[in-house]
Every structure is written in structure tokens, then in C-alpha cells.
């Protein structure tokens, strides 16, 4: 199992091998027209590290199911090893070491199912969270389901260890109704592929190869399609289970070659399928980042009798590192997971790693900007708004870009007002990002490592999710508590948010200020 380091030297001398990846963080090893390709797509900057990615990739074997060689590009540092555990490879390695088997080794189908039961923040009630993979199902259209003919065992053991494993009615139930076994009730249905030992195989499968040649479905069910914590921790749920799928070795048969469960290769071959009814959303096509077939809704596959798919169901977005121990703080400074993903997610979109004005945006539009401090302060239009927002606003403009030194620039934003690509491209191009708690700070992802993050909490509220979040993304912190308003309702997440205007400019001094010497950015503090 992975040790947690603390040196980057470990990622150097690490045995795990570096695939090919159309994702990976470093272009070592590119041939000259893809490198010019990269350049001409104008996407994020090659590797903060790139001297390790180099050693690593000269050290590494060359097998090709371990860590997804973007995390090489995202190497930390002198982390405990409980940050690790959640936030870097080793929250991979658990998950790919403790895999079970739930399939009798000579049914036609398999169902293989991978858990994380190893993580003291994740298990304070008992919780073990998995994912699955179902290979050689074949959907019907009748009852809407995809047929696995496996002939379950008694005891579901694990493929490393040979130990009893969690048995399937003991997954988790998630919010919202969500996760693996929501997913296999509704949408999965595991059938004995033998009544009397007589009984035939379903026609069309097939006992090998269960995996390659093969279609790839991931079946979800979303906990909703607007709120951007709950939608991105999702998505990034997904991202570990299927970098988990390629890291995992499997083999067809005694004497073949052993594979990977998934590989970047077989992404032109998988699709996408929704289960629940609700909007797409703005975050919609992010679920294809693994996935390059069209997302369709189950109820619109075509019947098929014969053709085989390797279902995915992937970890559920509740089981995310990121919901673990969000009401205590916690020590970790830095996130390979995160910076990964937040990496992808930069060139899905081909948004570029340098400050650039984007017009109607409201990003800076002319090129003195380039040299200001940009804060963006998101402007909530529902519940829990900042009471008298235009003028502290106002205040801190005649501070910054009216009477001031002009370092600053200022910007209003409702983010749900933009395109998602328009929300990403704004606050990558942000140092600061301010706002009363909420879901918008979930945008410090897209931020460059060093930015701030500021946070005016309501007045009983001692959340801490925000400023773990912003610790493990490298980002200074910022936060205060209003009072509540005068008719409150005791609720707050409904009620608005009051802060005196001093308290205000004080707090937003401390964010800007800790920018002027940072980056592309050289000014005094005072």
C-alpha cells in the first residue's frame, strides 16, 4: 500500500507507473506536434514540478494500471499522513487494494466492488463507502434494468486479501437517495445464470473478454443540478472512481495479458446514462470528462439482447474526502486529488492559466488591470444576502479604485447568472473571492494556488467546510461572523447576514493586502 510522504522525493522513487493519459497534468514525454498542439490550444501551464514529473516518469515501470500520471504534476509535500489519506494518492491506493469480488469465478457476468472503510474522519458511524463495477451486463428494456448473471457467493472476499468483504446489503444509503446501492436496486438486477445446473447462459453473453471490446455505461443518480458543491463534489467522486478503474489490474484468463478495468482509450466508448428526471444543469457536460458518448436517461436505451457493457457505478458525491470533518479544522495544506481535478477541469474548457480580459464577463478589460489585484465578490440574489451590499461595496471601491493607490479592481458577480465555463474563467482570473457562506465559494477550485478566499459566516454558525477547503487548495483564508438581522427567523440558511461596514473593510483589507506581494503582483502593504 502507498506510504504517505514527507519529501517530495517519494513521488520520485515511486513504483507506480505514469499511463498515457489525454489528461495528464505534464507534457513530458510529448512529441513535438503534440506540444505545439498544446500551445495553440493555449491550455493551463505544464507542471508546477516539472523536474519531479521528469525524474518520476524516468523511474516509474510501465505497467499501466496505477496512479493517472496528472497526480506526478501535483506532487506534495510534508503532509500528515491522515491528510494523505484523504486528500492524496493514498485515498486511491486504499480504494484500489480493497476490492471484493461478489461473483462466483465462473459466471458469465462479474461484479467486482471497490470500498474505503480505512479513514477515521469518514467512519465515525460506521460508514464504508464503495463503488462497482459490473462486467458483462446486458440492458432490457422491459424492466429497465441491466442484466449481470453472476452467481453470487455467500461471502463476498476481497481479490488481495482473501477476506471476508462487505456484503451487498450492507452499502450505504446516501442522501437524496443516492449512491451504489440506490443505483444497483433501481437500475441493476443480478441474475443465477443456472437454475438445476441446466439451465443456458442468456443469449449474447459471453464468458470472455468481460472488458475490453466492450461498451463502458455509468449509471447515476444526482442529488440535484444546480448547487455547484453538491453537483462538483460529485464529479469529482467520479474522477476517483474511474482513475481507481485505472489503476486496478484484471485478467481474462489464466494466461493473458493483465489489463487495466478502464483506460483513457476506452472513453470514446462510454457512456454516460442519468437516472433520476431532474434539469441538466450547468454542470451537465462535466459528467463527461471520462465519458465522450452523448448522456442519455435510462428509460431512452435502446433495447439489446447482445450487447455487452461493463456498468460503472461510481462513488456517490456524500463519500467525498471533502464532506469528511467539515465542522472541526483541520491541518492539511495541499490537495493532489483536488489541484488534479481542478486541472481537467481548466483544459475541458481550454480556459488559459493567465489573467486575460474577457469583456462582458466583467474580468478586467483592459491590460493595466493585469496588474491589479482582482476581487470578486459574489453577489447572492436569494437567501442568506449580505444586508446593505451596494454600500459596503461602494466603501470598499473608494478605498481601492476611487481615492486609493489603484492596486485594486472590484467586481459584483452573480455567478448563476453565467455560463459555467464564464464562472471558471471569472474566478480563475480572480486573486480574491468573497461572499457570505454558501455553495459560490465552491468556486475557489478554479483559483491559482496562493489566492484568498474570504467567508462572512452567519452569526451561530461555525462552520469550518470553507476554510478546509480553501487550506487544501493552498489558498489564504479569511473569515468573519455577521449578526443576524433584525425579523430573523432563526434559520440561517435563509436569513440574511449583517456586518458593520468597518468590520467589512477590515476583513477585505486583510485578503487584498495579503495578494501585494504574490505572483505577477509587487506593491507595499503600506
Known amino acids: 500500500m502507498y506510504t504517505a510522504s514527507t519529501t517530495g522525493s517519494d513521488y520520485v522513487s515511486s513504483p507506480w ?188 453473453v459471453s464468458r470472455a473478454p468481460l472488458g475490453r471490446n466492450n461498451k463502458f455505461t455509468i449509471l447515476l443518480k444526482r442529488e440535484g443540478e444546480l448547487n455547484p458543491w453538491h453537483c462538483i463534489l460529485e464529479i469529482l467522486s467520479l474522477t476517483f472512481s474511474m482513475d481507481v478503474l485505472r489503476m486496478t489490474p484484471q485478467q481474462y484468463e489464466e494466461t493473458a495479458e493483465e489489463t487495466p478495468f478502464w483506460t483513457l482509450a476506452d472513453a470514446e466508448n462510454t457512456q454516460v446514462v442519468i437516472l433520476d428526471e431532474r434539469h441538466d444543469g450547468p454542470y451537465f457536460d462535466l459528467w463527461q470528462l471520462f465519458a465522450k458518448r452523448p448522456i ?93 451590499m451596494d454600500g459596503h461595496i461602494a466603501a470598499l471601491r473608494d478605498r481601492y479604485e476611487d481615492n486609493g493607490e489603484q492596486h485594486v479592481v472590484i467586481h459584483v458577480v452573480d455567478l448563476a447568472a453565467l455560463p459555467f465555463p464564464e464562472q471558471v474563467k471569472l474566478v480563475r482570473n480572480s486573486d480574491v473571492l468573497a461572499g457570505v457562506h454558501g455553495a459560490g465559494l465552491t468556486h475557489g477550485l478554479w483559483m491559482k494556488e496562493h489566492s484568498a478566499m474570504v467567508e462572512i459566516l452567519p452569526e451561530d454558525l461555525n462552520h469550518k467546510g470553507f476554510r478546509n477547503f480553501a487550506g487544501v487548495l493552498g489558498h489564504d483564508y479569511f473569515s468573519t461572523h455577521g449578526s443576524k438581522v433584525a425579523d430573523s427567523s432563526g434559520n440561517w440558511q435563509h436569513d440574511d447576514v449583517r456586518i458593520d461596514v468597518e468590520r467589512f473593510l477590515e476583513m477585505m483589507d486583510l485578503a487584498i493586502k495579503s495578494m501585494y506581494n504574490k505572483g505577477r503582483l509587487n506593491y507595499d502593504v503600506i
Not at 69 to 84: G, K, L, R
Not at 117 to 144: H, L, M, P, W, Y
Not at 298 to 310: A, D, R, Y
Not at 354 to 369: H, I, R
Open 296 to 388: 442519455v436517461r435510462i428509460g431512452e436505451l435502446p433495447s439489446s439482447n447482445e450487447e455487452m457493457s461493463n456498468v460503472i457505478i461510481p462513488l456517490p458525491g456524500a463519500s467525498n474526502p471533502l464532506w469528511q470533518g467539515d465542522w472541526e479544522p483541520n491541518p492539511c495544506r495541499h490537495s493532489v486529488l483536488l489541484k488534479t481535478f481542478s486541472w481537467r477541469v481548466l483544459r475541458h474548457y481550454a480556459i488559459p492559466d493567465t489573467l486575460e480580459a474577457y469583456g462582458d464577463s466583467g474580468l478586467p478589460s483592459n491590460s493595466e488591470d493585469k496588474d491589479k489585484v482582482v476581487v470578486t465578490f459574489i453577489d447572492r440574489r436569494g437567501q442568506r444576502k449580505l444586508v446593505d
Open 17 to 204: 507507473s505514469r499511463p498515457e493519459d489525454g489528461f495528464t497534468g505534464s507534457h513530458q514525454g510529448d512529441d513535438e506536434e503534440n506540444q505545439e498542439n498544446h500551445k495553440h490550444a493555449n491550455l493551463p501551464s505544464s507542471s508546477p514540478v516539472e523536474e519531479t514529473v521528469q525524474s518520476a516518469s524516468t523511474a516509474s515501470s510501465s505497467t499501466p494500471w496505477d496512479i493517472p500520471d496528472d497526480y506526478y504534476a501535483q506532487a506534495s509535500q510534508n503532509q500528515p499522513s491522515t491528510c494523505e489519506q484523504r486528500f492524496g494518492p493514498a485515498y486511491l491506493e486504499e480504494l484500489r487494494h480493497t476490492r471484493a469480488a461478489y461473483c462466483s469465478p465462473d459466471s458469465p457476468s462479474q461484479l467486482t466492488c471497490f470500498h474505503n472503510n480505512n479513514n477515521g474522519f469518514n467512519n465515525k458511524d460506521g460508514r464504508t463507502d464503495s463503488f462497482c463495477i459490473a462486467q458483462g451486463a446486458v440492458f432490457d428494456q422491459e424492466t429497465n434494468k441491466f442484466q449481470v448473471q453472476c452467481d453470487t457467493v455467500p461471502d463476498p472476499w476481497g481479490v488481495e486479501t482473501n477476506a471476508p468483504s462487505l456484503k451487498l446489503q450492507s452499502f450505504w444509503k446516501y442522501w437524496y437517495d443516492t449512491g451504489p446501492r440506490i443505483v444497483m436496486d433501481r437500475a441493476l438486477a443480478l441474475v443465477a445464470s443456472k437454475d438445476d445446473g441446466t439451465h443456458e447462459r442468456t443469449a449474447g
